[in-house]
Every structure is written in structure tokens, then in C-alpha cells.
């Protein structure tokens, strides 16, 4: 077993970190036509359908991104135990995990909102734009996790010159 590394967990941190935001614009893409009604706000018989839509889309929202921390915090576990780190770094990084949802990172939208303009380079529609974003940012996150696969196996000593 093998020391804590801070470094490591700072990657794994921000990989999670970047799946999540993409999972939780996959989401915001599959529930387009919901985002489009709520966004209209008509004020009708049917405010009731309306706080219905928007209680299930907010729950919804917290499934999907402790669904992604889950499904992150398996794949991180699963390679820090194939790569023998020590079992503390998972821990650390599940603690860290845990503190992303109550201070609000996710649902505040610090990175989506540069992700909005990203997206609607390619496409006016919320659905397309969103779906952009999403894979984008997931293939942010997958590369900060193989990032961490890499950093121990990238040193000068294990290098053939």
C-alpha cells in the first residue's frame, strides 16, 4: 500500500467533479421539452401540472447527479484499488464527494454557464446545446481520471529512454 496523495485525489476530485456537471447537462437535454414549458410561465388552470413538473425535475436533477457520484465514485475505486493506493484516498475523495452537494457547486451553475455559450455555437435548440455540453463535460472528467491513472505510471525512473 501506498501513501495518501494529495495530487491524486485533487484529480479524481475535479474528474468527478466535471462527470457530474455532464451528467447533469444529459440530463437537462433529455427533459428539454419540460425546461421549455417551465420557461414559459403561463399562468392558467394548469399551475398545478406546472409544480408538479418542476418538483419532479428538481428531484430528478439530485437522482441524476448522486446517480453520476456513484457511478465516479465506483469507477475511482475501482481503479485505486487495481493501481494498489492506499484505501484512505478513496475515503478522503468520498468526503470531498459529499461536499460538493451541500455547498452547491453543481446546481449553481459556476461551469455551465460558460458551457450554455459553448454550446450554442452548434445548435439554438436547449435539447442540442445541452446534449453538447453534457458530453463535453464528461469527456473532461474522463480525462482528469485517466490523468490520475497516468500520474504514477509517467515517471522519469519507470521511462525506457
Same mark, same amino acid.
Given at each position: =500500500?501506498? %501513501?495518501? &496523495?494529495? &495530487? *491524486?485525489? *485533487?484529480?479524481?476530485? !475535479?474528474?468527478?467533479? /466535471?462527470?457530474?456537471?455532464?451528467?447533469?447537462?444529459?440530463?437537462?437535454? /433529455?427533459?428539454g421539452?419540460?425546461?421549455?414549458?417551465?420557461?414559459?410561465? &403561463?399562468?392558467?388552470?394548469?399551475?398545478?401540472?406546472?409544480? +408538479?413538473? +418542476?418538483?419532479?425535475? +428538481?428531484?430528478?436533477?439530485?437522482?441524476?447527479?448522486?446517480?453520476?457520484y456513484?457511478?465516479? =465514485?465506483?469507477?475511482?475505486? *475501482?481503479? @485505486?484499488? $487495481?493501481? &494498489?493506493?492506499?484505501?484512505? $484516498?478513496?475515503?478522503?475523495?468520498?468526503?470531498?464527494? /459529499?461536499?460538493?452537494f451541500?455547498m452547491? !457547486?453543481?446546481?449553481?451553475?459556476?461551469?455551465? @454557464?460558460?458551457?450554455?455559450?459553448?454550446?450554442?455555437?452548434?445548435? %439554438?435548440?436547449?435539447?442540442?446545446?445541452?446534449?453538447?455540453?453534457?458530453?463535453?463535460?464528461?469527456?473532461?472528467?474522463?480525462?482528469?481520471?485517466? %490523468?490520475?491513472?497516468?500520474?504514477?505510471? @509517467?515517471?522519469?525512473? $519507470?521511462?525506457? *529512454?
Amino acid at each position: =500500500m501506498r %501513501k495518501i &496523495k494529495p &495530487k *491524486l485525489i *485533487l484529480i479524481q476530485w !475535479l474528474g468527478i467533479f /466535471f462527470l457530474i456537471s455532464g451528467f447533469l447537462r444529459l440530463f437537462y437535454s /433529455f427533459y428539454g421539452t419540460e425546461i421549455e414549458y417551465l420557461k414559459t410561465g &403561463k399562468e392558467d388552470f394548469h399551475s398545478h401540472k406546472t409544480l +408538479l413538473i +418542476l418538483s419532479d425535475f +428538481l428531484w430528478y436533477r439530485v437522482y441524476w447527479a448522486f446517480g453520476a457520484y456513484i457511478f465516479g =465514485m465506483i469507477i475511482i475505486a *475501482l481503479i @485505486n484499488w $487495481n493501481k &494498489k493506493n492506499h484505501f484512505l $484516498n478513496t475515503i478522503l475523495l468520498l468526503i470531498l464527494g /459529499f461536499a460538493i452537494f451541500p455547498m452547491g !457547486l453543481l446546481f449553481r451553475g459556476v461551469i455551465s @454557464n460558460y458551457f450554455n455559450q459553448f454550446g450554442g455555437l452548434f445548435s %439554438k435548440d436547449y435539447t442540442y446545446a445541452f446534449l453538447i455540453g453534457g458530453l463535453t463535460l464528461i469527456i473532461i472528467g474522463s480525462l482528469f481520471i485517466w %490523468k490520475s491513472i497516468s500520474t504514477e505510471t @509517467n515517471t522519469t525512473h $519507470n521511462s525506457s *529512454l
